[in-house]
């Protein structure tokens, strides 16, 4: 049955409340999600144990939330060619790349086998050593670029 003269209470003004020496029960007690003396004599807890404890929280930008492009070098390109590549046309391998879930296509990386590349976007540089490969390069508006 609860009652108005709980312990903390009844023993409020108390130097101890009734638990002896004060040095006993010094860092004991209800710790729970508190930040007390975590960035003083628990800093190495903090260190050890949740090096993320007084991480950042609040705004995002809203630029971050924007949909990332999927990338991929022409290096990269020419070397799972042949194991991605859809159909041959014309003796040379098709490959489309936003089946495949890339957006760009960048000229790092070198070409060997003539590719017909279908791509959203590409830098000058990928789309020029495609042409001197003997592929061509189709882009996602209907482009084509011969």
């Not at 590549?85 to 760009?104: H, I, R, S």
Request: aromatic share 6%.
């Amino acid at each position: 049955m609860p009652h108005k003269l709980r312990k903390i209470r009844k023993k409020r003004g108390s130097r101890t409340h009734g638990y002896g020496r004060v040095g006993q029960h010094r860092k004991s007690g209800s710790k729970g999600m508190r930040k007390a003396g975590r960035h003083k004599h628990l800093w190495s807890y903090v260190l050890r144990y949740e090096p993320e404890y007084f991480s950042k929280k609040g705004f995002v930008s809203p630029k971050s939330l924007k949909r990332k492009k999927k990338i991929i070098n022409l290096g990269k390109l020419d070397q799972i060619a042949e194991k991605i590549a859809l159909e041959e046309k014309k003796g040379k391998f098709f490959v489309d790349l936003k089946k495949l879930g890339y957006t760009k296509l960048l000229g790092t990386g070198k070409v060997t086998k003539p590719l017909i590349v279908k791509v959203a976007s590409c830098s000058s540089s990928a789309a020029e050593k495609i042409k001197e490969a003997g592929g061509e390069l189709v882009m996602e508006s209907g482009e084509t670029g011969e």
